[in-house]
């Protein structure tokens, strides 16, 4: 019995270690000769065609007749709206103090912008800049499922913020609950090794540490593509991704 006992508590030490390796915060330290890894994002197959939905309430605000959204932007075979991260680092250069909050600023019954990039564990400033009411309604993807961070009613003008910290998922989509023809996503990163993809398709990822890593290419719709990258102090990688339709 005793020594049931005696394993069961070492077991529950290292699990609880194990947990808390995991919930380290991200370290900010001095990288020397950080080396820098590029590559494209690309989608094959063909490009879906826009999503069209019915403007039907609030005409006088939020246009008449159909809104369109691309949810799939393909340009000359690049695939736009991607986020290429790095999974799991420790310990690195600082965050983009520009990319430290988010802000939604819902402006003519649509979100502003469509895809944005925030800091896990920082603010996110939902604005309502039209004289409607709207629902901002916010929610962690996990895979094919959603569970939802936060969910406000914004009936005027002007802001709320809240603190965004996601502990499983990558991402949040963004709707209102109000308008089913407002969508957006906002990438929340817990290191500071990712890029927004530009319109060809390249991203860079510049000041990584010496070591290997997980490298995942994030799309709202999509989902991911992973890949594994090692790089050595000073140098350079390069690892591209293809998409396709689903």
């Known amino acids: 019995m005793k020594k049931i006992t005696l394993i069961s508590a070492i077991s529950a030490s290292l699990i609880l270690g194990t947990s808390a390796a995991l919930a380290a915060p991200y ?13 494209k994002v690309s989608f094959g197959g063909d490009d879906p065609a826009p999503k069209i939905f019915a403007i039907t309430k609030d005409l006088d ?11 799939v932007k393909v340009n000359n075979g690049a ?6 991260y790095l999974e799991k680092v420790a310990e ?12 939604v600023n819902q402006e003519g019954c649509a979100f502003d912008p469509f895809i944005q990039i925030m800091q896990n564990n920082q603010a996110c400033v939902a604005t309502n800049s ?20 936060f969910n406000i009613s914004q009936p005027d003008k002007g802001e709320i913020t809240k603190t965004i910290k996601l502990k499983r998922g990558a991402a949040m989509k963004v709707e209102c609950d109000q308008h089913d023809f407002m969508h957006g996503f906002v990438f929340v990163a817990k290191n500071p090794y990712y890029a927004l993809v530009a319109e060809d398709g390249t991203y860079s990822i510049d000041g990584v540490p010496t070591g290997k890593y997980k490298i995942k290419a994030w799309h709202g719709t999509l989902k991911e593509q992973k890949g594994s990258v090692e790089v050595a102090a000073g140098g350079a ?3 591209d991704f293809e998409f396709k339709a689903k």
């Open 27 to 39: 370290k900010v330290v001095d990288v020397a000769d950080g080396a820098t890894i590029s590559g």
């Open 130 to 149: 039209d004289t409607v009411s709207h629902n901002i309604h916010t929610y962690e993807m996990l895979g094919r499922a959603k569970k939802t961070v």
């Open 79 to 84: 695939l736009n709206d991607v986020v290429v």
């Open 237 to 239: 990688a390069s690892v």
């Open 92 to 103: 690195g250069k600082a965050f983009d103090a520009n990319q430290a909050t988010g802000a």
């Open 61 to 71: 605000v939020c246009g008449t007749g159909n809104r369109e959204i691309d949810f």
